[in-house]
């Protein structure tokens, strides 16, 4: 239905690009704050139809779709007031000294847009981290014009969301081309846009394979761009002795919902449950293996998906001293989609870097320890993750510090008492994690300080006041926080 953008076609997207961001670059905190209500606005009147269009596509659900165009026309309206509000400018000026020996000069700093940014649509967040999801959203509030790549899986929902940025744009008189719009289902379409040389970084969610082949072709170019990749978790849950006698039956439930929320296509599903073994650990695995053979999940968002599920979790299954939990995870071949809940002696985990791997599905394997010792050999074996979580009561936390410490260190959100799934948008958030969850874990791909990602600093020495930017004026025209030294 839709043809793969053509290496002329991505040229010339790319170059039109680059001349509205001479333009954009230079647009008010207000005009890209409008810009981004107004697109908002667009989306809801997309109505039924985006809905509709998005549930054939995907197979999501109509409530989970609504909460999601919901969610992101948040986005857009929230980043729209932090763009306003300019905390993210970092504005910081340092008056000069004249007295000083030598004497210091006037400078002043805060951030300016990069340029072209490259967004790449993800597959099971067909709204919030796709056409118009968060990348968009931040790199349209830095003063960047945006190039999409739509996702395959979901081309027409694109498109269509495609055209309600257009409309806003249109509606503000503003250049249409500070949004251009291409599909491309070939990997050579994503390699020609990331080795342009106008793009000036890419915003990507989705597998450790895709981020990792963007990343690469990035550091191929002469000048290399940042690549924001978040590309999964296994988010591991650390289980306490007393916290889990306090509430087994509760527990096993949050949990269990948690794994198979929107059929475990969250990258934040609990994939890893580290626990030390015991007649209480042993009753509390069966009881979640039980409770997840009772929930009834939908299909998986394409065949690929649920193929690469069906491999990964039976791979899993098959490797040394892992059993089988759930009623229906011995099964050959895994019927799919289902819960599927696994377990191994961490001695075994330890040895085998596989059973490290996500499972992107509903799945989680249990890992049985001797000994709290060995609950922090595994933590120490973990690989950067998007969030780690301490079931503990705080007397075991406090006794635990050392696994604690741990987990913080290769996370980007460090979880008490809670669950891992449902990422709120806010600015305390922080959704990327240390290498691989993402390839920079200083960045968050989610709340207003994710516009930071596709801005640079730039300091200016010396300045007459005309000339300054005005978020750096010394009147403070746009009446937004600064740092004054």
């Known amino acids: 239905m839709f043809s793969d953008a053509t290496t002329e076609q991505v040229n010339e997207a790319m170059m039109r690009s680059g001349k509205a961001f001479k333009a954009y670059s230079k647009s008010s905190l207000q005009q890209r704050a409008t810009l981004m209500r107004a697109i908002a606005d667009e989306i809801d009147a997309l109505g039924e139809e985006l809905i509709h269009v998005t549930m054939r596509e995907t197979n999501l659900p109509e409530p989970r779709l609504k909460g999601e165009k919901a969610r992101t ?34 400078i002043r700093k805060m951030l300016v847009p ?36 739509a996702h395959p899986a979901h081309p027409e929902t694109s498109e269509l969301v495609a055209g309600a940025i257009s409309r806003a744009i249109s509606k503000l008189d503003m250049p249409q081309d500070i949004f251009i719009h291409l599909h ?9 846009l990331v080795k342009h040389p106008a793009a000036m970084a890419v915003g990507f969610t989705g597998s450790f394979t ?9 550091n191929q170019r002469k000048v290399p761009i940042p690549v924001f990749a978040e590309m999964g978790s296994t988010n591991p849950v650390f289980l306490f002795e007393e916290k889990l006698s306090t ?48 929930i009834s999940v939908g299909k998986m968002l394409h065949p690929g998906i649920a193929a690469a599920f069906v491999n990964k979790a039976e791979a899993v299954l098959q490797q040394k001293g892992v059993s089988s939990v759930s009623a229906l995870s011995g099964q050959a071949p895994i019927p799919v989609p289902r819960p599927l809940l696994a377990s191994v002696p961490a001695a075994e985990f330890l040895e085998n870097p596989l059973l ?32 780690s979580t301490i079931m503990a009561t705080e007397n075991e936390a406090l006794g635990n510090m050392d696994i604690v410490d741990t987990l913080s260190g290769k996370c980007g959100r460090i979880i008490m008492n809670g669950v891992p799934t449902g990422v709120e948008v806010c600015l305390a958030m922080q959704h990327g994690g ?42 403070n025209p746009l009446m937004i926080n600064r740092v004054i030294e």
């Not at 729209?80 to 004497?103: H, Q």
């Not at 491309?184 to 020609?192: I, L, M, P, R, Y």
């Not at 394997?365 to 609950?375: A, D, G, Q, S």
């Open 114 to 149: 990069l340029g072209p940014v490259l967004v790449f649509g993800s597959s099971n967040f067909p709204y919030a981290y796709s056409t118009a999801g968060g990348d968009t959203a931040s790199a349209l509030a830095a003063g960047c014009t945006v190039v999409v790549k």
């Open 184 to 192: 491309g289902a070939s990997h050579a379409v994503g390699e020609a």
């Open 434 to 475: 240390p290498f691989p969850a993402s390839t920079d874990s200083r960045f968050t791909s989610v709340g207003a300080d994710g516009i930071k990602r596709f801005a640079r600093p730039l300091s200016y020495q010396n300045y007459p006041d005309a000339l300054l930017p005005d978020a750096l004026k010394s009147e």
């Open 210 to 218: 895709g981020g990792m082949a963007l990343f690469i072709w990035a």
């Open 356 to 387: 490290g791997e996500e499972v992107f599905g509903p799945f989680s394997l249990v890992v049985m320890c001797n000994n709290t010792n060995e609950m922090k050999a595994v933590a120490t074996a973990m690989e950067g993750q998007l969030t």
């Open 247 to 294: 509430d087994p039956a509760g527990i096993a439930k949050m949990i269990a919902e948690s794994i198979t929320l929107g059929v475990g296509q969250f990258c934040t599903n609990p994939g890893i449950i580290v626990g030390v073994d015991s007649a209480a650990m042993q009753a509390f695995v069966s009881l979640l293996g039980e409770k997840m053979d009772a």
């Open 73 to 106: 026309m948040f986005q857009l309206k929230s980043y729209a007031d932090a763009c306003e509000k300019g905390d993210w400018l970092e504005a910081r000026i340092c008056t000069a000294v004249p007295d000083k020996v030598p004497a210091r000069p006037d």
